[in-house]
């Protein structure tokens, strides 16, 4: 059986082809190989845009020429944004095959390859060793992974001493209903919240 997740993102509107076409054809946008920024407003997969990441490298104190670890990377657009406006080396994670090879070509596209690498992984058994990064990040992620305390111990296991991890992630205050359990699994494969 395919996990829910894979499903949700495998037929996203947010995809490569949404991105590459809204990027080309943006009124104003010169001739030419598309550059880093071209991509910014498009392949932005989560609420806040650059405003967010930007919060979330500031809370993770991101610093050039570290090793940052995007947890639940998805197209890899944070991921990129952060390689080419901080110089940090960024790896990429995220559970949907179909995600991460588009994101690595969005990223080969804008010539950014040699800062970001796009991993298939499961973010509750991370495939690094100990102390391996600077810092990590997550952006609106952690509500599709059931055991959300695995995927905090595995980034605390990766981590340098001293290195920080800032993630957002949607947040239900009040008890949620099964019906709207439901429709928010379906709407958005929220698995918890």
């Known amino acids: ?102 994101g690595a070509r969005l990223t080969a596209l804008v010539r950014l390859s040699p800062l970001v690498r796009h991993l298939r992984a499961d973010a509750q058994v991370l495939p690094f060793r100990a102390r391996t990064f600077d810092a990590a990040v997550s952006q609106e992620g952690l509500l599709h992974v059931p055991d959300k305390a695995a995927v905090l111990r595995e980034c605390a296991r990766v981590l340098r001493p001293g290195a920080r991890l800032a993630f957002s992630d949607w947040v239900a205050r009040p008890r949620l209903e099964a019906n709207e359990r439901r429709r928010l699994d379906e709407w958005m494969a929220a698995v918890t919240l």
């Open 1 to 102: 059986m395919r996990h829910p997740v894979i499903d949700f993102y495998d037929r996203h509107p947010i995809n490569e082809a949404q991105v590459l076409e809204s990027a080309r054809t943006r009124p104003g946008r010169a001739r030419g190989p598309l550059e880093p920024e071209d991509l910014w407003a498009w392949d932005q997969d989560h609420y806040g845009g650059l405003g967010a990441v930007e919060t979330l490298a500031r809370r993770a104190a991101i610093t050039p020429g570290m090793t940052v670890l995007d947890v639940c990377a998805g197209l890899g657009g944070p991921a990129r944004f952060l390689a080419h406006r901080f110089g940090v080396r960024v790896t990429g994670v995220d559970l949907t095959h179909s995600r991460c090879a588009a």
